[in-house]
């Protein structure tokens, strides 16, 4: 019976009982694994160990930080802790175990310093940042199947999105409804070779330096499918956890949550699990169709991800929620180069990061220059600016500010009063044209040209360079506005629907009516919302923009008639948002 401890690249070591450093320093955010050899005996006892052996290693830091990890079956009598280090020390270690002969058994290692910044946070309310506090600025690459890749593909396909200073890569464990057959064959019989495949991909994207954002599946449905007991779904967990905790990663959910059942209930448990069980905490939020902003308040997610290249729902959510955003849907299938590039700036001006779902081809290259610029600045305290006309913006108030103008110039801006270098940015060539130097508190210009779209940086270059002398993360504190709820200070109303019936099977006519005009209301962004609260399904962006029609998805509802909240959110050229609600029946 052998109880062994190894740094991922070193031999295996046998590791005495008593404790003693057993294998050589290993580098901090580095996987070390203890492997644990049943018995035929253990064996005997325990003929399927995925279902019923339990060993965990509950690591201790040289700062008296513990975390518990669980082990994971790998095949025959072989169950494998794998764990990373997150300080430089000697660290230790206790086991736990349902195995006789490894309960209470102890051990030490030791951790040598490194380079890797660490784990990726949330950070600055809406922002990212590394364990060192470092900012992480999150730009992501969908290769959702890319366990079924051959390692050349995969690792030639990696090699480049690093090159292009993509910091992450989006990927399902389970894949679809047929992969989640071939990785499960049953609830408690995992298909090895597809995991250990799997561990070597996730490997070679954390050996790169980046991340990788695992979602669970491609569905909700699929899992209840597959592991129709909570009890099954918790050990999916519990596995999934102690085989890729200890790398680079993030929790994305499923790739998508509606169409599902039970869904907010599902989530919620599989989220809390995540957060139960994960002793790292790695960020959690799901994939969408829309947002999953309407999860928010249940316990479990530490960012929101939208799905859309439309503009309302990252620009009006950003303002009701103090979490990071990240976009997938600014990339849409199809679209063309110039299209992909303005939502992809126009998804940065909302205050998301962005990850592309669709394969953003010749466009990755604006990805590129759209990281390159972003890097120059203190993007982890940017949040959007509203002191302008002719563009959007973003700006760390009284440092820099960034004007994404669309449409050709001119653009206008209010600063505070100071000295400022002036450049334009081509997002399409990724260079700068530097202007003549700015003082005042009201700048006034336009584009190099009006051949495609362009970005303005003011900012005060010499300030910046001082503030990265004195490195502090958090240069301001960011508040959240308080949501106008007073239908006598809100300047638009709800026209349609009117009445107070509306039917799952019919489409819904939507009209929002401004009641008063004003220069605040001469630009306004509209979002629709739709819950059926006592059904438990979440909210569901229904609809962007001040009227229109659309369909109910017919999975917000499971009774009926029921109460459908129909929330209508509208964002002034301010920035500042209103709220109004509305109940209707709901029937089929």
């Given amino acids: 019976m052998g109880f062994r401890l190894a740094a991922i690249g070193l031999a295996l070591c046998t590791m005495r009982i008593t404790a003693q450093t057993v294998c050589g320093p290993t580098p901090q955010y580095s996987p070390c694994e203890i492997v644990f050899e049943l018995s035929a005996a253990d064996l005997k006892q325990h003929p399927n160990p995925f279902a019923t052996v ?50 209470g058994k102890t051990g030490i290692f030791s951790a040598k310093e490194s380079d890797a910044p660490g784990f990726v946070r949330t950070a600055n309310v809406h922002h990212f940042a590394y364990e060192n506090m470092q900012p992480h600025l999150w730009m992501g690459y969908d290769l959702k199947r890319f366990q079924f890749l051959d390692a050349a593909t995969f690792r030639k396909i990696v090699d480049a999105r690093a090159e292009e200073k993509f910091t992450h890569i ?15 064959p049953a609830p408690y019989q995992p298909d090895l070779s597809y995991f250990q495949h799997l561990d070597e991909c996730v490997r070679y994207i954390h050996q790169k330096g980046m991340t990788t954002d695992l979602a669970l599946a491609a569905g909700l449905n699929q899992i209840v499918r597959a592991f129709p007991e909570w009890q099954q779904r918790e050990r999916l967990v519990r ?34 699990a995540l957060k139960k069980i994960d002793p790292y905490q790695h960020v959690r939020s799901t994939g969408t169709e829309g947002s999953s902003a309407g999860f928010s308040d249940d316990g479990w997610m530490d960012y929101v991800t939208q799905h859309s290249s439309d503009p309302a729902i990252g620009a009006i959510e950003h303002q009701l929620y103090p979490a990071a955003f990240v976009s997938t849907g600014f990339s849409a299938p199809g679209a063309d180069a110039d299209t992909f590039r303005h939502n992809l700036w126009s998804a940065a001006m909302n205050g998301q990061y962005v990850s592309a779902t669709a394969d953003p081809a010749a466009s990755r290259a604006d990805m590129k220059a759209f990281f390159e610029f972003f890097s120059k600045t203190r993007h982890w305290e940017l949040e959007p600016y509203f002191d302008v006309d002719g563009g959007r913006a973003l700006a760390l108030e009284d440092v820099e500010y960034i004007v994404y103008v669309d449409k050709g110039g001119p653009v206008e801006v209010t600063v505070e009063k100071h000295g400022y270098d002036v450049a334009w940015f081509n997002p399409v060539s990724g260079e700068f044209t530097k202007m003549k130097d700015f003082k005042g508190e009201h700048f006034t210009g336009e584009p190099p040209d009006r051949q495609h779209d362009w970005v303005l940086l003011i900012s005060r270059e010499g300030h910046k360079e001082s503030m990265r002398k004195s490195y502090k993360f958090d240069s301001r504190h960011i508040l959240m506005q308080e949501i106008e709820l007073n ?13 107070d019936t509306l039917s799952l099977a019919a489409p819904v006519a939507f009209a929002a009516k401004l009641k008063r005009e004003t220069h605040a209301t001469r630009s306004m962004l509209y979002l629709w919302t739709a819950e ?35 929330r209508l959110a509208g964002m002034n050229a301010n920035g500042k948002v209103y709220t109004l ?3 209707y029946q709901l029937t089929q």
């Fill in 54 to 103: 339990d060993i965990s290693a509950e690591f201790r830091s040289p700062r008296h930080k513990t975390y518990l990890m669980p082990g994971y079956w790998d095949g025959g009598g072989r169950v494998i802790v794998r764990f990373s280090p997150t300080e430089a020390g000697e660290w230790d270690f206790r086991v736990t175990s349902n195995i006789a002969a490894y309960q």
């Fill in 170 to 184: 989006r990927g399902t464990l389970l894949g679809e409804e047929e992969d989640t057959r071939k990785a499960f």
């Fill in 239 to 272: 596995y999934l956890v102690a085989r890729y905790a200890a790398f680079n990663i993030t929790w994305a959910g499923v790739e998508h949550f509606e169409n599902s059942s039970n869904t907010r209930d599902v989530l919620k448990e599989l989220g809390l």
């Fill in 487 to 499: 239908p006598q200070k809100i300047p638009f109303d709800v026209a349609e629907p009117s009445g």
């Fill in 532 to 566: 059926v609260v006592a059904d438990n399904q979440g909210a569901r962006v229904v609809a962007t923009g001040p009227k229109g029609t659309f369909r109910l998805p017919p999975d917000i509802a499971v009774h009926f008639p029921g109460g459908l909240h129909v």
């Fill in 581 to 583: 609600d509305r109940t």
